[in-house]
């Protein structure tokens, strides 16, 4: 099946700072990508859709000052965290589809910690 | 997207079947079946999905009722490495979003 990859898959930073996540799709092409975040013993929460070359669409509740998602291309979303604060401590998961099958292609999943 | 309802957690022995219950008692004719299963901290992974009929694939089988308000995951022959949450989603379309439940924590023992 498709894979989707993303980088880091733990990061562990300072409060205050801004981390970075990337999310690729390696043999297709993303036109939609959703983000997740997981807190423990927890369902996956939607936190945003975003398709190509558009700003994403942030779900209630969702800061979209505070996780910067960018698609500028098929193959690449990024989810910024910005200024994080140790509640953001979370996993987060992304995701794609082609919108042609029908499925949606996770990536194995990034676990923010903040100190 | 249409609610639904799965139990918390069960138990199925190595080597037999598991049968995963989901009502979704709402759904629309326009809405699929999907599920997903996730293994601790990894990333969700595809299993099947189906709209009304009867689905079967390398991994499990999808039963839908013919009033399509309940639907039974069956993986045939349960191994230790099954032993993961698994998600019944109902869903509109091929490119919405996927709206996640509290899942089914299935344990496969010895």
């Known amino acids: 099946g498709a894979v989707v990859s993303q980088h880091p898959s733990r990061v562990i930073c300072k409060s205050g700072t801004s981390v970075k996540i990337e999310c690729r799709s390696l043999?297709?092409?993303?036109?939609?990508m959703f983000w997740y975040r997981q807190f423990p013993k927890k369902s996956l929460m939607l936190m945003a859709t975003?398709?190509?070359?558009?700003?994403?669409?942030?779900e209630q509740g969702v800061e979209k000052d505070k996780f910067l998602i960018n698609h500028a291309s098929l193959t690449l979303s990024t989810l910024t965290v910005t200024s994080a604060h140790p509640e953001d401590s979370s996993f987060y998961i992304c995701?794609?589809?082609?919108?042609?099958?029908?499925?949606?292609?996770f990536g194995e999943g990034s676990r923010l910690t903040v100190l | 997207d249409a609610k639904t309802t799965q139990p918390p957690s069960m138990d199925c022995a190595e080597g037999r079947a598991a049968n995963l219950p989901c009502n979704h008692s709402?759904?629309?004719?326009?809405?699929?079946v999907y599920w997903y299963r996730q293994i601790h901290s990894q990333g969700p992974q595809y299993i099947i999905h189906?709209?009304?009929n009867n689905e079967t694939n390398e991994m499990a089988s999808l039963i839908i009722t013919e009033d399509r308000k309940s639907s039974t995951l069956i993986l045939p022959h349960a191994t230790l490495r099954d032993t993961a949450v698994y998600y019944c989603?109902?869903?509109?379309?091929?490119?919405?979003?996927?709206?996640f439940g509290t899942g089914t924590r299935l344990q496969v023992t010895l």
């Open positions: 995701s794609g589809t082609s919108g042609n099958t029908g499925e949606l292609f």
């Open positions: 043999d297709f092409q993303a036109t939609t």
């Open positions: 975003s398709n190509e070359g558009s700003k994403a669409t942030y």
């Open positions: 709402t759904i629309s004719g326009n809405e699929y």
């Open positions: 189906g709209l009304k």
């Open positions: 989603i109902v869903r509109i379309g091929t490119a919405s979003k996927l709206t």
